[in-house]
C-alpha cells in the first residue's frame, strides 16, 4: 500500500554552498583564469568501476575548442588513478585542466568559480536507478546544469532548472554547451531556479518530508 512507505531521496545542506566569495575571488583562491568560461565535471569519475561519462564530456569539449579558446573544462575529482589516465589520455588537448581528488570543503569553492556544470551519465543500469547527491549539490551553488536526458535525473532536474542532452551523444552534448555559451539570459535563468528548486532538497525539507509521511506535524 502506497500509504505505508515514503520515498525520500538523498539531499543537501543548502548552507553548506552559501559562501562569501565572488566567483572572481573562487577563482583567484583556486588560480583558475578569470576571463574565460569555465565548464566543469565535479564528482566522483567512476562508481563501482564503471566510469561516469567523463569522457563523453572531454570529447565534446574538444569538438568546442578546436574554434573557441576562450572556454576551460575542468575536471574535479577522483579517484586519482583515474584522472591521471585521463590526463595523458588527453595531453594534447588544451584548455584541459584534471584537478584530481580534493578536500571536500573545497568544492563549493570550485562550484562557485565554475560558470556551467555537466552530468553526463551513460545509459547504464547504475544511471537508471541512481539519485546523485552532486546533483543536488549543483543546484544549491545555483549552477548552471547540463545533464544526460534520463529519467532518474527527470526526477529531479526539468526544463526549468537544467538543459539536457541526448544521453550518450557527444555531438548532442557539446550543441547543449554552444547553446549555453551564447544564450546568456537562460544562463542566468537556470542558474536563478536551480537554486530556488534546492530548498525542496535540503536536508531539513527530506526530514520534513519523512516526520509528515508518518503522520507527525
Do not use: C
Not at 565548464?39 to 569519475?45: F, S, T
Amino acid at each position: 500500500s502506497d500509504d505505508k512507505f515514503v520515498v525520500a531521496s538523498n539531499g543537501v545542506d543548502v548552507d553548506f554552498f552559501e559562501i562569501k566569495e565572488t566567483k572572481e575571488e573562487a577563482r583567484k583562491i583556486l588560480n583558475m583564469p578569470f576571463s574565460k568560461t569555465i565548464i566543469g565535471y565535479v564528482g566522483r569519475l567512476e562508481t563501482v568501476g564503471k566510469e561516469k561519462g567523463v569522457n563523453l564530456l572531454i570529447e565534446s569539449f574538444k569538438k568546442l575548442a578546436t574554434d573557441n579558446n576562450q572556454i576551460v573544462l575542468y575536471i574535479v575529482g577522483g579517484p586519482d588513478e583515474l584522472a591521471s589516465r585521463y590526463k595523458n589520455q588527453y595531453l594534447s588537448l588544451e584548455n584541459l585542466v584534471i584537478i584530481g581528488q580534493v578536500e571536500y570543503r573545497k568544492i563549493p569553492l570550485y562550484l562557485r568559480a565554475i560558470d556551467v556544470v555537466v552530468i553526463p551519465l551513460p545509459d547504464d543500469q547504475h544511471a537508471k536507478t541512481t539519485s546523485p547527491i552532486k546533483l543536488f549539490e549543483f543546484l544549491a551553488a545555483g549552477k548552471v546544469i547540463i545533464a544526460s536526458d534520463l529519467p532518474a535525473i527527470k526526477s529531479y532536474l526539468d526544463n526549468s532548472n537544467a538543459l539536457f542532452f541526448k544521453t550518450g551523444d557527444v555531438d548532442d552534448l557539446a550543441d547543449k554547451i554552444r547553446i549555453i555559451l551564447i544564450e546568456s539570459g537562460l544562463r542566468e535563468k537556470l542558474s536563478a531556479k536551480a537554486k530556488i528548486d534546492s530548498m525542496r532538497y535540503s536536508w531539513l525539507s527530506r526530514a520534513d518530508k519523512i516526520l509528515k509521511s508518518r503522520g507527525f506535524n
